[in-house]
């Protein structure tokens, strides 16, 4: 594969990425790296606002020519997780990892930021490019909030753009798909109040663990009877908790999992079909139950347009081979959701895997690292996308 960037970029995408990799910061807490964000601009000029969701950064580049407005999105934060890598550039925070390549997808809009200095007129022909870096998209919202703090209508964003190094492609592939891509994430905690007593007589108790058996197996008959069997669904119990003792009849059980969907129409009505089925079989047993459900992200779906002009900018750079669909879908979800529900956009993986680099482990764990070499395809490929988009809209 051609060398995409120079030297000098490439260095610079390595040991800024290198950096924020020693130095992980878990949701809410990236302020180091905000911090790094913030002197970078500075050192380039760019103005910036900071401190939107505690700890996001985003800074406005202006073309002065009338045109669009593109969001560009890099999430900044680590994971609790203690690093297992034996490498020079190693985690030095105790029990928190930069798990998920967040490091480099801050890495790569840093080096956006340094590109548009030297390339400034070819990169931005018309319009505006609004450089996001978000706190906390581990679970913590940063997206929603920075939604909800309005950064969207300030700033006039007519589309976004996302992307994430993805160590189940391999390297040189560029992972991009039309319609969903993440599915919603929902948790959900269920308590079911039995009557306590003794193994021996438990007709006279009502059996919170058993009404919890039945419960278990009759939500999977919600996504295998209650969905269109095109629409992807998953609903898992991860947790049940109940009792102490081998001989006793405890009063209560509770239970938590998560549901996941592509569909925004399963999305809004699997809580009420689930609470219909928790109530109905408590009720047959003599216990009681309620449902505490919590809609986490809902599902990030890509605007076709906009993974259209993904594919151009791969197909411009590196060739058709590179573009694939393989192993790009995912029941895993994603925040930049919260962004794509109000603007049309596309959030699109660069493969990271290499088995020769013992790059192979998969997100989220402890022994994980990707390959370098997608940094500046990565880069790249988001200037080459927003490019393209501004100068045809």
Do not use: C, K, N, R
């Given at each position: 594969m051609k060398q995409l960037v120079s030297e000098e970029r490439k260095k610079?995408?390595?040991e800024i990425r290198r950096y924020i990799h020693q130095y992980p910061e878990i949701e809410f807490q990236e302020i180091k790296t905000a911090?790094?964000?913030m002197e970078h601009l500075e050192r380039l000029g760019y103005p910036y606002e900071n401190k939107i969701a505690k700890t996001g950064v985003v800074s406005l580049i202006d073309s002065g020519k009338p045109g669009k407005t593109v969001l560009v999105r890099a999430d900044m934060d680590a994971l609790p997780i203690h690093e297992e890598n034996d490498c020079e550039y190693r985690s030095k925070h105790n029990g928190i990892m930069h798990a998920c390549g967040h490091d480099g997808h801050t890495s790569i809009l840093m080096a956006?930021?340094?590109?548009l200095k030297t390339n400034f007129a070819s990169m931005i022909p018309k319009g505006r490019v609004l450089l996001v870096f978000q706190p906390a998209e581990e679970g913590g919202g940063g997206a929603q909030i920075m939604v909800q703090k309005g950064i969207l209508e300030k700033y006039k964003v007519d589309v976004a753009f996302a992307l994430h190094v993805w160590n189940h492609i391999d390297i040189g592939k560029v992972g991009i798909v039309n319609?969903?891509?993440w599915a919603s994430v929902d948790q959900f905690k269920i308590t079911v109040h039995g009557k306590s007593g003794h193994g021996a007589l438990p007709q006279h108790s009502v059996d919170p663990i058993l009404v919890s058996a039945h419960?278990?197996?009759a939500l999977q008959s919600i996504v295998s009877r209650s969905i269109d069997p095109l629409e992807p669904c998953v609903i898992t119990v991860g947790s049940i908790n109940s009792g102490n003792a081998f001989n006793a009849i405890p009063d209560n059980a509770v239970m938590r999992g998560t549901v996941r969907t592509y569909s925004k129409e399963v999305h809004n009505s699997f809580p009420k079909r689930m609470e219909k089925i928790v109530e109905g079989i408590?009720?047959?047993?003599?216990?009681k139950a309620e449902v505490d459900y919590l809609k986490i992200d809902k599902p990030t779906i890509n605007n076709p347009n906009c993974a259209d002009f993904v594919r151009q900018a791969v197909r411009n750079l590196i060739g058709e081979d590179a573009i694939t669909e393989k192993d790009v879908r995912s029941m895993g979800g994603e925040d930049f959701s919260a962004f794509l529900e109000k603007v049309p956009g596309c959030y699109?993986?660069?493969g990271s895997r290499n088995p020769f680099k013992n790059c192979v482990y998969p997100h989220h764990h402890s022994k994980f690292d990707f390959d370098e070499d997608a940094l500046p395809?990565?880069?790249?490929?988001?200037k080459e996308t927003v490019r393209l988009y501004l100068e045809q809209n």
């Open positions: 610079e995408l390595v911090q790094l964000v956006y930021a340094s590109e319609g969903p891509i419960i278990i197996t408590s009720e047959s047993f003599g216990a699109f993986l660069i395809i990565g880069l790249e490929v988001m």
